[in-house]
């Protein structure tokens, strides 16, 4: 799409609250050309071309603007772009693989001398690009890295999401302590490596782009990347939190991860030291790492870390798949909400051997069931549910990591002023008969059974809103047909 004004006439659907799908089954969304959404208007009766002729005159666009009208087919719908809360980029390399030990011996084993290789800039960059491009292509269209603790293949991380369009939060990780020879640094070096990456993702990324009007949102920002709290020294973790809040940039790590991962943390910090804080949330805390944070897994967090981190704005990247592989348990995501955490969600690459959210959305909602199912003694009546519906998942994977990365005003749904970070979904793909059941079910296709009026338009929303179930279980990148950031074209299968 070159840079014009361009104009998508079809069903559109999104997650604005918890819990709820907006459906739309004809709708105009324009999208100017800085990839910013400058209407969003539902249509009835109306002509295209007069509805969008309207549009355009309520929100002060000149009534001589070209444009181009893309008009989505039947079983053709548009998604907000989906948003991956923890990917470790350096892993991808053995993404699939590499599932037969606990997180601690994981990480020595596997891990480590991965991302080590990285500093190979030849190397780093064929394994990026492949990253990117995949999860492009299955519709990620902002990421939260982790890279590694080497700034130039770092940098180099930056640069190719730029090149491939895609939304992304890039963090170099920081370790100082409990890491093998090969792959270590000290604590000046962290510090002083992680603020020249800020420097230069600011240098190339300004932050302070004015929004709508005007210019547009960065692509790409720093955060502050202490990998979890078992290799980060306190002086390395305190150092990060200066850094933090001096330069005003998000901050991402590990908490209460696994049984292994709090046992180490306990043995780092035993209760009868005087450096005992309490848990993984309240030492992130004590050094100035909780603000707006995106935290890990947090399977193990207890109610009252939970309710520190909502005083802090902290949010928590559920990763379903990897928590079934690493963390004895999963995350009661219902729990995090009640206690006012916002939730994102992530493949965490390779701790989950997938790529893909939508697949992520699916085991979200089965671990919720999981939790469900293996309670060990009958719920009391009042007891609040876990489970999660795959409304819920699409809220997480949309504007719930929207919220989570503090990127909500920007992205998360289709709404006036936000970018148009969007997926194209195609639910009539020839390889898979089972999306035309309910279709036939209703006598769809023959005119049999389209009914008019209201009855009619209740239909429609119905009918898309199996397409936007199917999708999510059964869906895959071939049903991803384009994928778009800042209203420019990035991937696709059409
Ligand atoms: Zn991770």
Not at 348 to 360: E, F, K, S
Not at 424 to 443: A, K, Q, Y
Request: net charge negative; glycine share 8%; hydrophobic share 40%.
């Amino acid at each position: 799409m070159s840079a014009q004004f361009v104009v998508f006439h079809g069903s559109v659907v999104h997650t604005p609250t918890r819990g709820s799908l907006c459906v739309l089954p004809s709708a105009i969304v324009g999208v100017d050309g800085a990839g910013r959404i400058a209407f969003v208007s539902e249509l009835k009766d109306q002509d295209v071309h007069h509805a969008v002729k309207t549009a355009m005159a309520q929100s002060g666009i000149g009534e001589d603007t070209q444009f181009q009208l893309k008009s989505l087919t039947r079983g053709q719908f548009l998604l907000p772009g989906l948003i991956d809360t923890h990917v470790h980029a350096p892993q991808y390399r053995f993404v699939g693989g590499a599932t037969d030990k606990p997180l601690m011996e994981w990480l020595n084993h596997y891990t480590f001398p991965s991302e080590a290789r990285m500093k190979n800039l030849s190397f780093a960059d064929e394994v990026y690009r492949k990253l990117v491009k995949r999860l492009l292509k299955n519709g990620t269209t902002t990421a939260l890295y982790f890279a590694t603790i080497d700034l130039e293949p770092t940098k180099l991380l930056v640069d190719i999401c730029a090149e491939y369009g895609q939304r992304a939060c890039v963090g170099k990780v920081c370790a100082d302590i409990n890491s093998p020879s090969f792959y270590i640094e000290s604590t000046s070096a962290s510090i002083s490596a992680t603020e020249s990456f800020i420097a230069y993702v600011h240098a190339k990324h300004p932050p302070h782009s004015p929004s709508f009007p005007g210019g547009s949102h960065p692509l790409i920002h720093p955060v502050v990347t202490p990998r979890f709290i078992p290799t980060c020294s306190p002086a390395l973790l305190a150092g990060l939190g200066a850094l933090a809040a001096r330069h005003n940039v998000r901050v991402q790590s590990h908490i209460s991860e696994s049984l292994d991962q709090v046992a180490f943390t306990r043995s780092m910090y035993p209760l009868d030291s005087p450096q005992h804080f309490g848990s993984d949330a309240r030492i992130f805390d004590s050094h100035g790492l909780l603000n707006k944070a995106v935290m890990a897994h947090g399977v193990h967090l207890t109610s009252a870390d939970l309710q520190l981190m909502a005083e802090r704005g902290a949010a928590v990247a559920c990763c379903p798949l990897s928590n079934v592989f690493f963390a004895h348990g999963n995350l009661d995501v219902k729990r995090c909400w009640r206690e006012n955490v916002d939730v994102g969600l992530g493949t965490d690459v390779a701790g989950g051997p997938l790529t893909t959210l939508v697949q992520a959305m699916r085991w979200a909602v089965g671990n919720a069931r999981q939790i469900e199912s293996t309670k060990t003694a009958a719920p009391a009546a009042d007891s609040p549910s876990p489970v999660i519906s795959w409304k819920d998942a699409l809220y997480l994977a949309t504007l719930g990591g929207a919220k989570a990365l503090s990127l909500d005003e920007h992205v998360g749904t289709f709404e006036w002023g936000k970018e148009f970070d969007a997926l194209l979904i195609d639910v009539n793909p020839s390889w898979d008969t089972s999306w035309d059941v309910f279709e036939e079910e209703r006598g769809a296709g023959t005119g049999a059974g389209i009914e008019t009026g209201a009855d009619s338009a209740e239909s429609d929303i119905e009918r898309i809103e199996m397409w936007v179930e199917k999708f999510i279980n059964l869906g895959d990148d071939r049903n991803i047909a384009d994928v778009y950031v800042k209203g420019k074209r990035v991937a696709g299968c059409a």
